[in-house]
C-alpha cells in the first residue's frame, strides 16, 4: 500500500508565525495535493502539484505556499499564520490522472 | 474551474435499508469520479471509482451510476450495516494538458445506520 504520512497529527501556532506542514509519500506518485477540512465544506484544495517544481493553485490558495523540490515530498506554508486557518489539513498523492489518491492522516493546526 | 455538489448533507437510514448519495459536477472534461469514506478520526479511503466510459459499476454492497449527458453520479448502498456510518465524499477529476489533474470534492454526507 501507499504511505503518505503528514509530519505532525496536531499542531497549534501563534498568529503571524509561519508555519510548515510537511507530506511525504513513499511510492514515486506524481500528483501530490494539499486539502483543508472544515465541518459542511468538505475537502477544499489549496494547491496541488504534478511533478517536481511544478504546483498550481486549487481553489482557496491565499495566505498559503506549496514547495516540491523532491518527488516524494510536498511542503504547506503558511506565511503569517491567521486564526482562519485553524483546521484540518490533508495531504494526498496519486500515481497518475485518474488514479486513486491515497491520504496522509491529517494535521489539526490550531493558530491562537 | 470544477464545482462538485453533494446530497444530502446528512442521511439516516434504518439498517438492512438502502442509501443514495448523488453528486453533480460542471466540468465537461472530467472522466474520473471517485468515492471515499471517511470514518471518525481517519483519512478518507476510496470506496468505489468510476470512469466516464462506463454507466454503472458495482462492488458487493456498493455500486455507482454515471450520466455525463446530465453530469450527475450517484453512490449506492444496499444492506446498509452499521461499519457503513460514515462520512462520504464524492470527487471528479479536472484533467490537464500536462498531467495536471485537479480532484474537487463535493462537501461531504454524513450517513448514519440506525441499528
Known amino acids: 500500500d501507499v504511505k503518505v504520512t503528514q509530519s505532525s497529527r496536531y499542531l497549534v501556532k501563534r498568529t503571524g508565525e509561519k508555519v510548515f506542514l510537511e507530506c511525504v509519500q513513499d511510492?514515486?506518485?506524481?500528483?501530490m495535493f494539499w486539502y483543508r477540512q472544515d465541518p459542511g465544506l468538505g475537502l477544499r484544495l489549496i494547491y496541488f502539484?504534478?511533478?517536481?517544481?511544478?504546483?498550481e493553485k486549487g481553489d482557496i490558495p491565499e495566505g498559503y505556499s506549496v514547495s516540491r523540490e523532491k518527488k516524494e515530498r510536498f511542503s504547506l506554508i503558511l506565511e503569517s499564520a491567521s486564526t482562519n486557518q485553524t483546521s484540518m489539513y490533508l495531504c494526498?498523492?496519486?500515481?497518475?490522472?485518474?488514479?486513486?489518491?491515497?491520504f496522509g492522516q491529517g494535521t489539526r493546526l490550531t493558530v491562537v | 474551474g470544477e464545482n462538485v455538489e453533494q446530497h444530502p448533507s446528512t442521511l439516516s437510514v434504518q439498517e438492512g435499508d438502502s442509501a443514495v448519495i448523488k453528486c453533480t459536477y460542471s466540468?465537461?472534461?472530467?472522466?474520473?469520479f471517485p468515492w471515499y469514506k471517511q470514518e471518525l478520526g481517519k483519512r478518507p479511503q476510496l470506496i468505489i471509482d468510476?470512469?466516464?466510459?462506463?454507466g454503472e459499476k458495482k462492488d458487493q454492497r456498493i455500486a455507482v451510476t454515471l450520466n455525463k449527458t446530465a453530469k450527475h453520479f450517484s453512490l449506492h448502498i444496499t444492506e446498509t450495516q452499521p461499519e457503513d456510518s460514515a462520512v462520504y465524499f464524492c470527487?471528479?477529476?479536472?484533467?490537464?494538458?500536462?498531467?495536471?489533474?485537479?480532484?474537487?470534492f463535493g462537501t461531504g454526507t454524513r450517513l448514519t445506520i440506525i441499528p
Open positions: 468510476i470512469r466516464s466510459n462506463v
Open positions: 470527487a471528479a477529476n479536472s484533467p490537464g494538458d500536462f498531467g495536471n489533474e485537479k480532484l474537487t
Open positions: 502539484s504534478y511533478d517536481v517544481k511544478m504546483k
Open positions: 511510492m514515486d506518485h506524481e500528483n
Open positions: 466540468d465537461s472534461a472530467s472522466n474520473y
Open positions: 494526498a498523492a496519486s500515481l497518475a490522472e485518474g488514479t486513486e489518491a491515497f
